[in-house]
């Protein structure tokens, strides 16, 4: 293999790729030196800190014929250790070594010692910084659109169940939020998560709004009378205030509500806030409130079923013919007539709340808990779903990465968000294969 100097064009050489080198150890590593002569054999490369200090933390190495702990710095160049001014940090003495790119000067630390240097240079196989040029500065809808299918299955498979799991993590840590303020109700977290889920992303925000101002004691209450329910939801939706209705439904959900707004103390939400531009009619939030109230008609106690249920198919059959109002097969919006349409959930919208609910709950309370086999539970759910049908999978689709199961799926949403957009190829599992390893 061989080992040269080449410095990518057009933009200086970044240290985070030498911290890359360093912690996956991309170097040769038989007969190493230290620039003063020393043989170094490295034990451990230490932790990677990104906080303030050391660039690696508790590293072990032998130097000549000692063995040494201690941490690690890296730079582009040896002089860059006094233009950074840890020439006057004791907090940099306890460096063990200087892992630089050039050696271009001998570097004393703040005690006086002379502090042992690597040189990377002549030791860094040829293809890694034109493969993390590559990567850094294609113009691509991934930086690795054109590299992605040369990674063995295995490890793309690997690390699309690290991403899953990352996902899971990030997203629970709303759940835990919001359970801290509905002050460890869990049924109560669970009812609000799911509101916002029917949100669909356009009125996420507003649901959620609308689940909080009704209480799911409030709903429980009058289970078994749907039409105070569906008042209740479109009344504290705003969408029955200061509206003189034609059609008899509505104006049956209008006397209800100003009995029940009384009786509760309730205050709606902001009517402005729900958004019907740029949505299809089926998605209009009058259609999602009315499914959500037959929702809950049906299931009331959603969080305790989730937990007991450990199939799918019984989760499946909560959305199966919701006791949605017949108005709404004739209607998008109050008093505007329209062709017979379904009234119930499509199938992408049932996998959704299926994929970004239930299984959020299943994931969050495992973790809560300190029990795994609820957290198993979730990514089963999700291996048992297909992916997602949307813009991003069609496009991974494209480049021959084609996810079968919603938990490949989503761990690509992961990657394309997380890494992908914002270029922490250095951070991921693929950008670590693309560049370890050359197409050879």
Known sequence: MAYIYLKPKGMALPEDILHFIWRYRLYRKQQVNTVSGK????????????DAGADFLAARMRIGDTEWAGNVEIHVRASDWNVHRHQFDKAYNNVILHVVYEYDRAI???DGTLLETLELKPLVPAHILPRYRELMSGMYWIPCERLIHTVHPFQLSHWLSRL????????????????????GNWEETCYIWMARSFGFKVNTQVFEQLARSLPLHIVAKHKHRPIVVEALFFGQAGMLEGVDFKDAYPQSLQQEYRHLR????LRPVDAHAWK???????NFPTMRIAQFAALCLRVTSMFSKIIESKEIDGLKTWFDELPVHAYWQEHYRFDRPS???????????VNALLINTIAGILFAYGKYVGKEAYIYRAIALLERLKAEDNAVIKRFSALGIRPEQAANSQALLQMKAFYCDRKKCLDCGVGLQLIKYDEQ
């Open 39 to 50: 043989a170094l054999m490295v034990l451990d490369a230490g932790t990677y800190n990104r």
């Open 108 to 110: 004393k630390r703040e």
């Open 164 to 183: 899953l799991i990352e996902r899971f993590e990030q997203r629970i840590a709303a759940v835990f939020d919001l359970l801290a303020q509905q002050k």
């Open 262 to 265: 009384r009786l509760h103390s």
């Open 276 to 282: 019907f531009m740029r949505t299809r009619p089926g």
């Open 339 to 349: 062709s017979a349409h379904s009234a119930q959930l499509g199938v992408q919208s």
